[in-house]
């Protein structure tokens, strides 16, 4: 694994202008009429429903015409898949993505609409392959969901749009699965506005990152399972601490519950999708109100969620 992930700025500025016409700029709004001191960036109205396609698109489309015949090979919970999927279609590329056993259905059908190859396994051996070069020995050309420069740098640019959107910006909220978009959005903000806080958030049933602050090294922990899957996590990775660490204020977490009020407030007031990872920061805002610095940004990093979850969210009782 490179041990320079950490991009600098202008690598995140160049990745602006290259994943301009591919990604979208999302919009900033305010998270209620009544609240104006909790914005949202909203990715869940990226390209493909997540903010993945920006990282995978500054990755892949650096390669040479001979790592695209070779095609590409990922492995992701479903967005990051999503993403390289397009990406290769896009390129005129083959794909192949290795999901956990569970994978949400939606994600996995998305894959394949786009031309997708996909391959299941343990999600536990997913997470293992992580820390080995097994996928660097693949035959097809890997693309790492988080720990690679190009994807960090690729997934800073949301923080650079926050930045020039909004800079009155105190505290940037932002969930956690490996620690790629932490990595980027916390570069960009904290490369041009060295005060801004930025804090990260983790499901409750999963939530390395609050173990690994306390102790400042990278944890592993006995996890449960949370709705939440694009931030389902069993440990910090080692090679992505040293960035985390760095850019991070601190670590929050919040309950299924609690994602699930901000699901509904989200199609209810801002008339917007979340997935259980998409509604995580604005979670956190409401439960962390009176320690943020305001106004607060809340990253909505996606809307990939299976239909009868949602219906079931929405019809529940407040
Ligand atoms: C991938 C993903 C995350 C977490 O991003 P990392 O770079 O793995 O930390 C958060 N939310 C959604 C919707 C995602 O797809």
Same mark, same amino acid.
């Given at each position: 694994?490179?041990?320079?992930?950490?991009?600098?700025?202008?690598?995140?500025?160049?990745?602006?202008?290259?994943?301009?016409?591919?990604?979208?700029?999302?919009?900033?709004?305010?998270?209620?009429?009544?609240?104006?001191?909790?914005?949202?960036?909203?990715?869940?109205?990226?390209?493909?429903?997540?903010?993945?396609?920006?990282?995978?698109?500054?990755?892949?489309?650096?390669?040479?015409?001979?790592?695209?015949?070779?095609?590409?090979?990922?492995?992701?919970?479903?967005?990051?898949?999503?993403?390289?999927?397009?990406?290769?279609?896009?390129?005129?590329?083959?794909?192949?993505?290795?999901?956990?056993?569970?994978?949400?259905?939606?994600?996995?059908?998305?894959?394949?609409?786009?031309?997708?190859?996909?391959?299941?396994?343990?999600?536990?051996?997913?997470?293992?392959?992580?820390?080995?070069?097994?996928?660097?020995?693949?035959?097809? $050309?890997? @693309?790492? =969901?988080? %720990?690679?420069?190009?994807? &960090?740098? #690729?997934? !800073? +640019?949301?923080?650079?749009?926050?930045?020039?959107?909004?800079?009155?910006?105190? $505290?940037? @909220?932002? =969930?956690? %699965?490996?620690?790629?978009? &932490?990595? #980027?959005? !916390? +570069?960009?903000?904290?490369?041009?506005?060295?005060?801004?806080?930025?804090?990260?958030?983790?499901?409750?049933?999963?939530?390395?990152?609050?173990?690994?602050?306390?102790? !400042?090294?990278?944890?592993?922990?006995?996890?449960?399972?949370?709705?939440?899957?694009?931030?389902?996590?069993?440990?910090?990775?080692?090679?992505?601490?040293?960035?985390?660490?760095?850019?991070?204020?601190?670590?929050?977490?919040?309950?299924?519950?609690?994602?699930?009020?901000?699901?509904?407030?989200?199609?209810?007031?801002?008339?917007?999708?979340?997935?259980?990872?998409?509604?995580?920061?604005?979670?956190?805002?409401?439960?962390?109100?009176?320690?943020?610095?305001?106004?607060?940004?809340?990253?909505?990093?996606?809307?990939?969620?299976?239909?009868?979850?949602?219906?079931?969210?929405?019809?529940?009782?407040?």
């Amino acid at each position: 694994m490179a041990s320079d992930l950490k991009p600098t700025l202008r690598e995140i500025e160049e990745a602006s202008e290259r994943i301009e016409g591919i990604a979208w700029r999302t919009p900033l709004l305010p998270a209620s009429r009544h609240d104006t001191g909790t914005l949202l960036k909203l990715e869940c109205l990226q390209r493909n429903g997540s903010f993945k396609i920006r990282g995978a698109w500054n990755r892949m489309s650096r390669t040479k015409a001979e790592e695209r015949d070779r095609g590409f090979v990922t492995v992701s919970a479903g967005n990051h898949g999503q993403a390289v999927a397009w990406c290769a279609r896009h390129l005129g590329s083959k794909c192949t993505v290795w999901v956990p056993d569970d994978a949400v259905e939606k994600k996995v059908k998305a894959m394949e609409a786009m031309g997708a190859m996909v391959q299941r396994m343990p999600e536990v051996e997913i997470m293992n392959s992580m820390t080995d070069d097994r996928w660097q020995k693949a035959r097809e $050309t890997y @693309i790492h =969901p988080f %720990g690679d420069r190009y994807v &960090i740098a #690729g997934q !800073g +640019t949301v923080g650079l749009e926050i930045i020039q959107d909004f800079p009155q910006v105190k $505290t940037v @909220i932002v =969930p956690v %699965g490996g620690g790629g978009l &932490i990595s #980027g959005i !916390g +570069t960009a903000i904290k490369s041009t506005k060295p005060d801004v806080k930025i804090y990260g958030v983790q499901a409750e049933l999963a939530a390395p990152i609050i173990r690994s602050f306390k102790s !400042g090294r990278p944890e592993r922990i006995e996890s449960g399972k949370t709705f939440a899957d694009g931030v389902a996590a069993d440990r910090v990775f080692s090679y992505m601490w040293p960035i985390m660490q760095e850019v991070m204020d601190g670590a929050l977490a919040v309950s299924e519950e609690e994602m699930r009020a901000a699901i509904r407030h989200l199609a209810n007031e801002v008339h917007v999708v979340a997935e259980g990872a998409g509604s995580a920061a604005l979670a956190a805002a409401w439960k962390y109100s009176s320690q943020l610095d305001k106004p607060v940004a809340c990253i909505v990093s996606g809307g990939n969620i299976d239909n009868v979850v949602l219906s079931n969210i929405l019809s529940q009782k407040e």
